[in-house]
């Protein structure tokens, strides 16, 4: 009987040991929650763009918490992006997490691509702030599906090499029949897009061997930036291969000073394919030249490669 009580008396000690290091019920937590962006570096697209930034607390506010944000950067607002729900965190009652979004229009201006901002989050006595969490990064981009590097890789004299046979034959797949170059450019402005211009606002390029097409009439290419003329769609999502649409506009040609003829303009349009495996991009591509006096479509075919043929 003597060993029973013990064994009972040593349950229950037990027992209240237990109960004595289990957490109360309904603590009360005195600090203020912790507070911090989750992501701190995000991209919006230049053109028709959205983007958000969320921030976290480490638990649920008990009454509705708005934070105005510091945002600053060289993006201006109202002109390189819009918050169409205003610039402040607003946690509803009884939720960790709240967000403010981004949006671009759909007419940047080329300097848009390089724009960012910074959103910071003030302090206050309402929470405290994860040092490395409290600003976030915002730059401006686009969303190229195509592997636009191959035909315009960035460089100072991105050289896209060029064949064509100047008229409807198709161009051959060796040799150099028809061969120039050309300074091939990202746009800054349009998604899987490349451009022809220079590097610099006084300098043109010889797009589409422009050149030597218009050479007897004693022109050079002067004036020729065309910013936005190849546009790729992949054959579908994740694709490799696909067409492009040249960009239908108006090419602004100068004559040599000595001349004494007036400058002219030829149309611009056409289409064609892409493929990043071999690098080449086969294109028709029509003339208009009724500005001096020509036939209002001219068809030439070209090849442009990502690499000169040997």
Same mark, same amino acid.
């Given at each position: ?16 040991? /237990? ?5 109360? %019920? ?43 944000? %510091?945002?600053?950067?060289?993006? !201006?607002? $109202? ?5 169409? $729900?205003?610039?402040?965190?607003? #946690?509803? %009652? ?5 967000? /403010? ?30 040092? =490395? ?31 064509? &046979? ?15 170059? %050309? ?5 800054? &402005?349009?998604?899987?897009? !490349?451009? #022809? ?17 218009? =050479?007897?009439?004693?022109? #050079? ?20 291969? $696909? &067409?492009?649409?040249? !960009? ?7 004559? /040599? ?8 303009? !030829? ?29 209002? =479509? ?13």
């Amino acid at each position: 009987m003597k060993a029973t009580s013990t064994l009972w008396g040593g349950l229950l000690v037990l027992i209240v040991l /237990i109960a004595g290091c289990r957490p109360d %019920a309904s603590p009360t937590n005195s600090a203020p929650p912790q507070l911090g962006w989750g992501d701190t570096e995000v991209s919006l697209s230049v053109v028709n763009g959205t983007a958000q930034l969320t921030a976290f607390l480490t638990r649920p506010v008990r009454q509705e918490l708005s934070i105005p944000l %510091a945002i600053s950067g060289t993006a !201006i607002p $109202g002109q390189d992006y819009t918050l169409p $729900g205003g610039d402040v965190l607003i #946690f509803a %009652a009884g939720t960790s997490e709240a967000s /403010i979004t981004f949006q671009t229009d759909s007419n940047p201006d080329e300097d848009r691509i390089t724009k960012m901002l910074t959103v910071e989050i003030p302090t206050s006595e309402d929470y405290r702030l994860a040092e =490395d969490r409290a600003v976030a990064t915002l730059t401006f981009g686009l969303n190229n599906t195509v592997n636009l590097e191959l035909w315009a890789d960035g460089t100072s004299f991105p050289q896209l090499w060029g064949y064509t &046979t100047f008229g409807p034959d198709p161009v051959p797949p060796t040799g150099r029949t028809g061969q120039f170059f %050309a300074f091939a450019y990202q746009s800054n &402005t349009m998604e899987n897009t !490349i451009g #022809f211009l220079g590097d610099r606002p006084e300098v043109s390029t010889n797009v589409l061997n422009i050149v030597r097409i218009y =050479d007897d009439l004693s022109a #050079f290419s002067m004036g020729v930036r065309l910013p936005n003329l190849l546009k790729f769609t992949p054959a579908e999502e994740g694709a490799t291969a $696909g &067409t492009v649409e040249v !960009i239908p506009q108006d090419v602004f040609i100068q004559r /040599i000073s000595s001349s004494d003829l007036p400058d002219f303009t !030829i149309g611009l349009s056409g289409s064609g394919t892409y493929d990043e495996t071999t690098g080449i991009i086969l294109l028709d591509v029509h003339f208009d030249e009724t500005d001096i006096g020509g036939p209002a =479509d001219t068809l030439r075919r070209y090849s442009l490669e990502a690499s000169q043929r040997n």
